[in-house]
């Protein structure tokens, strides 16, 4: 008898829907699956039947063909198992032929007991099956919380513990509960993980940064000697950057399962993530890669803030890697088995001593490297990856007296409070100019129209731009990124003076000169790069 019903396979992080056609003929026993299976799909057949088996499920003799339609298009991994599973019940005469299956989706791993197991990539899966129109989706128990994203709109989530359970639902025999509402986002306080701004002392230039930064989504150095709170600060900032849309939880909970890396029983990602990676690790490992391409730690880190410790010390490789996602937002990786894209729209947070030894131009200790060592270890940066960050800050050594002033510094909840009200500003200027992305839409994130419509100067600005220009040499896309970080220190001056959040693409204040003189100071390192 011949059934059919679907699936979905993942490829990269995005999934595409699969017809399992199986035919069953009173036979000798055969079982072959064709449709360009990989080897865990081939390998599908002891699991079910021995999963099947032990889950109480008999099947007569046959000959079992199981076709994975596209035919032309490769299939990956252990989720298809509870698809063949249903196909073949019904197929055998185990699921009545009254359940409509085509309206169904099954993924899921089987196990040699009968039970169902998560699998990687869910929620994408789930997600592409509301999407081609079917009804009931029925995944790993395990994975029924970040799946649950894709109920609503007539399309009912169903949580599976054993094989023998979804036969005894089908059968009508029990009735499994679905989730007919997609989750709420749950919120946790990132105080708790990465401390507070309020435990930081001095370097309230650096503070100031790095507020701008989150407040208008801003790639930032920080240079400085060892102990002068670098990563201090740096990993302080989830603390202060505003709260995820549902929008970009669910593309940042789609990347997290796609990578296996998603916590048993864990829900929509709540929280924008901070990825800290060694400055050992490969280009692959950075930006993805692989026979069939994973999501590298750029698109882990994707709506949130990837920290580049010891940034000269990564592999020149991984570092200019970096540059085409820095500008578009993606990664787009080409293998043999096609070509892939992953999100990474993410803030570069970097940290670097000042030489190799952390102590050039410090004020208390001896730098013991030659002008040659510092002059190479600088000129690892290469101009086009300086010119792609925004900003650029120098974090001097604290004096005593800031080390024991005992009085607690501006806690982080205050911070995020006039960065939530920024980037609210800049969401209503994009909003106003058209843009249907404006509510993931940051100050950094705009292209040339966007800086003639919003980063409009006053002759004073004219000329300050001008002599800058000409005195740093600046490339044009630096000139673009100081009128960037510009805007972003004008929305925050007019949060801090009271300024109410205004509709069109006028909301928030004028560039003035002060911001502009402001943004050009975050740029200017020349002491240690002017002569690399």
Known sequence: MLSVTYTASLFGVDAFMVAIECNAVRSLPSFEIVGLPD??????????????????????????????????????????????????????????????????????ELSF?????????????????????????????????????????GVKIFGVATAAELVSHMRGECVLEAVTTPPEKVVPDMRAVYGDFSQIKGQTRAKRAVEIAAAGGHNILLVGPPGSGKSMIAKRIPTILPEMTYAEAIETTKVHSASGILDSGCGIV???????????????????????????????AHNGVLFLDEFPEFNKGAMEALRAPLEDSVVTITRAAGRVTFPSAFMMVCAMNPCRCGYYGSRRGKCTCTSGDVKNYLSKLSGPMLDRIDIQVEMPELDFSELSNAAPGEPSEVIRQRVEAARQISRERFRAAGREDYALRSNAKMDTDDIRRFCVLDEDCIRIMESSFKKMNLSARAYDRILRVARTIADLDYVAAGGEVREGIDAGGKIGKKHVMEAVQMRSLDKYWKNV
């Open 270 to 300: 709540g929280h924008r993530p901070f990825r800290s990676p060694h400055h050992s690790m490969s280009v692959a490992s950075l930006v993805g890669g692989g026979k069939i391409p994973m999501p590298g730690e750029i698109s882990l």
């Open 39 to 108: 080897l865990a799909v081939k390998e599908s057949k002891q699991r079910i039947f021995t999963g099947a088996y032990s889950a109480g499920i008999s099947f007569p003799d046959a000959e079992v063909t199981v076709n994975l339609a596209p035919a032309d298009r490769r299939k990956e991994g252990s989720a298809l198992d509870l698809g063949i599973l249903a196909a073949l019940c019904r197929s055998c005469g185990v699921i009545p032929s009254s359940v409509d299956l085509q309206k169904m989706c099954f993924i899921g």
């Open 113 to 153: 007991t009968g039970e169902v197991r998560r699998v990687r990539g869910a929620l994408n899966m789930a997600l592409s099956a509301a999407k081609e129109g079917l009804s009931e989706i029925y995944v790993p128990h395990e994975n029924l919380p970040e799946a649950s994203a894709a109920a609503g709109n």
